[in-house]
C-alpha cells in the first residue's frame, strides 16, 4: 500500500512538472529546469551524507569505540541482508536518530546521545530498524528524486514570473504567471511531504518487522516523541532542512498528519505499530510481539 501510495505521489508530482512546464516555458524552459534541477540534486545525492553528518556534529564510532552497539546493528543489518553501515553518534541529548546515504553501499546511521541514554535496548533495536529501513527502501534515492521534480517545478515558476508574466501572449498571461508563481511551488511542496509521510510509514512497518517487536518499536516513538516536546534540538533548529530524515520531527517533537507535515503524528504510527503486533499475534508470532521491551529509563546496554 505504501509503495502504491508513493508511485502515485511521484507519478502526480511528474505531470505537475510536466503541466506547469508546458504551461510556463514550453519544451525548452522545462529541459532546461530539469536539467538544472537534476544537476543540483545529483551533487546532494553523491555528497549529501557528509553535509548532514557535519552539520550534526557526528562522528564515527569504531567497533572498539562501541562494541555493544555495533554488535546490536551488525544483527539487524544481517536479518535485513543489508551490508553493516557507518555508525554515527551525535552529541545531543535529545533521543533521535537517521540514516543517510546515496545506496545501502554507503550507508550511515546516526544516533544521538539521548537516544542511548532514554531507551531499553529492545526499544534501540527498533529504531536502529527503522532507519535500516530507509536504507533498504532506498529513500534516499526516492527523497532525491521528489527533491529534483519539487526543485524543477520551483524554476518554472520563477522563469515564468520573469519571463512568461511579462509576455502578453503568455497562456496564463501575466495574472496566472504571478498565480503559479505560488500555487506550483505550493502544491509541489505537499506532494514532497506526503512522500516523505509515506515513507515512515513504510520504514515503521520494515523496522518492526526485521526487529520483530513492533510493540519495541511503538514504545520507543512513544518515548522519543515525549522526549524532544522537552528537549531542543539545536542543530536542527539551525538546519531545518534536514528535520525530514529524523526518525521523530527534531524541531518540535510533535506534528499532525497534515498537508504541512514532514513527519506523521507519532500517535498515528503507534497505532499502526499495534495493529501490525495483533496481525504477527493472529500468524502465530505473538512471541514478538508481546516482546515489547523494558519500560524503564537508563543505559539500554
Do not use: C
Amino acid at each position: 500500500m505504501n509503495v502504491m501510495r508513493t508511485g502515485f505521489l511521484l507519478a502526480a508530482l511528474t505531470g505537475l512538472f510536466l503541466a506547469v512546464g508546458y504551461l510556463l516555458g514550453g519544451n525548452s524552459g522545462m529541459l532546461v529546469a530539469l536539467a538544472f534541477s537534476i544537476a543540483t540534486n545529483l551533487f546532494a545525492y553523491w555528497n549529501g551524507d557528509k553535509m548532514v553528518l557535519s552539520m550534526h556534529g557526528a562522528e564515527q564510532l569504531t567497533p572498539q569505540e562501541a562494541p555493544e552497539l555495533y554488535a546490536l546493528v551488525d544483527g539487524l543489518a544481517q536479518r535485513a541482508a543489508l551490508p553493516m553501515p557507518k555508525l554515527y553518534l551525535i552529541s545531543n541529548p535529545q533521543p533521535n536518530a537517521f540514516a543517510t546515504g546515496r545506496d545501502p553501499a554507503h550507508a550511515a546511521v546516526a544516533v544521538t546521545t539521548g537516544l542511548l541514554e532514554h531507551l531499553s535496548r529492545d526499544e534501540l533495536a527498533g529504531v536502529i530498524a527503522h532507519e535500516l529501513s530507509h536504507v533498504k527502501n532506498r529513500d534516499t534515492l526516492i527523497m532525491t528524486v521528489t527533491a529534483t521534480l519539487a526543485g524543477a517545478i520551483s524554476m518554472l515558476a520563477n522563469f515564468a514570473f520573469f519571463f512568461g508574466g511579462r509576455d502578453r501572449n503568455s497562456p496564463l498571461g501575466p495574472i496566472g504567471s504571478i498565480a503559479m508563481l505560488v500555487l506550483a511551488p505550493l502544491a509541489a511542496m505537499l506532494v514532497q511531504m506526503a512522500i516523505s509521510r509515506t515513507r515512515e510509514y513504510a520504514a515503521d512497518r520494515l523496522g518492526a518487522a526485521i526487529s520483530g517487536k513492533p510493540l519495541s518499536l511503538a514504545s520507543a516513538l512513544r518515548r522519543i516523541s515525549g522526549a524532544a516536546r522537552q528537549i531542543p534540538n539545536q542543530t536542527a533548529e539551525a538546519n531545518p532542512a534536514t528535520a525530514h530524515l529524523f526518525i521523530v520531527n527534531p524541531l518540535s517533537g510533535s506534528g499532525f498528519d497534515n498537508l504541512f507535515s514532514t513527519h506523521p503524528n507519532p500517535e498515528n504510527r503507534i497505532a499502526a505499530l499495534e495493529h501490525m503486533a495483533l496481525e504477527m499475534q493472529a500468524q502465530g508470532a505473538s512471541r514478538y510481539a508481546h516482546q515489547a521491551g523494558s519500560a524503564s529509563r537508563g543505559p539500554w546496554g
